[in-house]
């Protein structure tokens, strides 16, 4: 006898989980077709993006800069505040020793008791406060007093200096890490992409960089232009003698250069120390807003947040370290965002 049962339907569960899956199975098959045509970038839109992540990575190389050099700044305070230290402690020792001895040899003559001059030596600030007592003191004493309880207070304050810059010195080392993190992280992105390009594009793009360079540095016209001073005079020489150099981030010479490095160690070979940073060196003298009063070796702060700058070199040209993938060369300041000239 045949059976006249239902065919057994799937449950709702069933249904929502294959319909589910079918659906987000077409949008993946959908996307995938629709990202195919961009998954492969043209030279022009490699360089693009690749230029505007070297431009992150030297903003961070700037900041990275500037934690470098207050870590520097705070490692040098925190040693001098730490000799500081151990020299005022051995103060402190030799006048808790004076004040002992005087007490030993009062105590010799029949007068003060040896248990106050411990009391002395251990805790001056308690014994002056008990009034009561002080008639038991010579004045020689009282004035040796009053040194132990100064370079006591000055010793707690030294020491309570020196834990701040501690403590302030490893929040430094660990934003430190961090930029140095994110520079390498831009600079890693663009390499990706870089290999996303056959070897023929690539060449093509270093064929092209090389030129630019070339030119840039053999085939400047730098006009007639006079220098600011002898020592911008000196600065812009020094530099002169770096064309050709590699850009490295963080690095200030002499063999290579990121663009605050190689105007701070420029100025260096003049005898003249100048702020690391191009944000601190966008402060470091007077500014000059219009282009054409610039003079020669006068600092070029360019772009809104001061992230970049060169040497002016006349005619309307900088010298400077660009970015990664490049060497110290000339530039048209009109390649860049000026933004105003600091004469040292």
Known sequence: MASHRRPKQPSRTRVTVLTTAAAAAVALSANAANAAPSEKLSKNEVKAKVDKLYEEAEQATEKLDGAKEKQDKLQKQISTLQDNVARGQEELNQLRDGLGSMASAQYRTGGIDPSVALFLSSDPDDYLDQASTMDQLSAQQVEALKKVQEKQRSLAQ?????????????????????????????????QRLLNTLTAKEKAALAAAEQERSTRASERVDLGNSTSASGR?????????????????YGASGPSSFDCSGFTSWAYAQAGVTIPRTSQ?????????????????????????????????????????????????????????????????
């Open 280 to 344: 601190a060196q966008a402060n470091a003298g007077t500014r000059i807003y219009s282009q054409s009063d610039l003079k020669v070796g006068d600092l070029v702060i360019f772009y809104g947040d001061y992230h970049h700058v060169g040497l002016y070199a006349g005619n309307g040209q900088v010298l400077h370290a660009p970015r990664t993938g490049t060497v110290v060369r000339y530039e048209a300041i009109s390649n860049m965002t000026f933004e105003f000239g600091v004469r040292i």
């Open 158 to 190: 030294q020491r309570k200096e020196a834990a701040d810059k501690l403590k302030d010195l490893a929040d430094t080392r660990a934003e430190l890490a961090k930029k140095k993190k994110e520079v390498q992280s831009k600079l890693g992105s663009a």
């Open 232 to 248: 911008a005079a000196a600065a812009f020489s020094a530099g002169q003698t770096k064309i050709g150099s590699p850009y490295v």
